[in-house]
T-cell receptor
Framework: DSGVTQTPKHLITATGQRVTLRCSPRSGDLSVYWYQQSLDQGLQFLIQYYNGEERAKGNILERFSAQQFPDLHSELNLSSLELGDSALYFC??????????????FGPGTRLTVL | GQQVMQIPQYQHVQEGEDFTTYCNSSTTLSNIQWYKQRPGGHPVFLIQLVKSGEVKKQKRLTFQFGEAKKNSSLHITATQTTDVGTYFCAGRSDYKLSFGAGTTVTVRA
């Protein structure tokens, strides 16, 4: 158990819908990362937040948005869902230090299926 | 933008043999991390390399960071069935961490 929790574990929805994925980081971690993992794409970095502020942006679609709240939990919002958005979405957290070892602890993931 | 390429994509290994997976970045990295993801699981941090030419060992795993800090390798000796999984490298440049596509390892007993 990494200490990172993600809800829900599974989500099945239809094209065009909107969903929200939730992540609670490890106690004390200030950084939260979101990743998308599909069969052929490996781990795609979407976005990183540090202490409530966006720190880095990866290949995140405009239909996707995220935020980190004052209590440091984070939500990833996916809208106008398409079949190709079906994937495993991981959240990871880290202390957020830039100079030292900043290992990421991954949650169990949310499996999204768009029908 | 920063790209991290990882080869091979798949590695089928006879138990007891050695193998190496390689990671190459299009840009100079400040550090590189390696993760392992078991089938059905989530990525788990293995190690971080920071210095040019750095070599670190964890039991049968040897990690190297290139002199130019643009490439890295993971060498596993005497492969065991517990080594099954996907190994990812992740290169950091500024605040962004870019993952390679991973090397998926299967082991023949």
């Amino acid at each position: 158990d990494s200490g990172v929790t993600q809800t829900p574990k599974h989500l099945i929805t239809a094209t065009g819908q909107r969903v929200t994925l939730r992540c609670s980081p490890r106690s004390g971690d200030l950084s939260v990362y979101w990743y998308q993992q599909s069969l052929d794409q490996g781990l795609q970095f979407l976005i990183q937040y540090y202490n409530g502020e966006e720190r880095a942006k990866g290949n995140i679609l405009e239909r996707f948005s995220a935020q980190q709240f004052p209590d440091l939990h984070s939500e990833l919002n996916l809208s106008s869902l398409e079949l190709g958005d079906s994937a495993l979405y991981f959240c990871a957290s880290s202390v957020g230090s830039y100079g030292g070892i900043d290992e990421q602890f991954f949650g169990p993931g949310t499996r999204l299926t768009v029908l | 933008g920063q790209q991290v390429m990882q080869i091979p994509q798949y590695q089928h290994v006879q138990e007891g043999e050695d193998f190496t997976t390689y990671c190459n970045s299009s840009t100079t990295l400040s550090n590189i991390q390696w993760y392992k993801q078991r089938p059905g699981g989530h990525p788990v941090f293995l190690i971080q390399l920071v210095k040019s030419g750095e070599v670190k060992k964890q039991k049968r795993l040897t990690f190297q960071f290139g002199e130019a800090k643009k490439n890295s390798s993971l060498h596993i000796t005497a492969t065991q069935t517990t080594d099954v999984g996907t190994y990812f490298c992740a290169g950091r440049s500024d605040y962004k961490l870019s993952f390679g596509a991973g090397t998926t390892v299967t082991v023949r007993a």
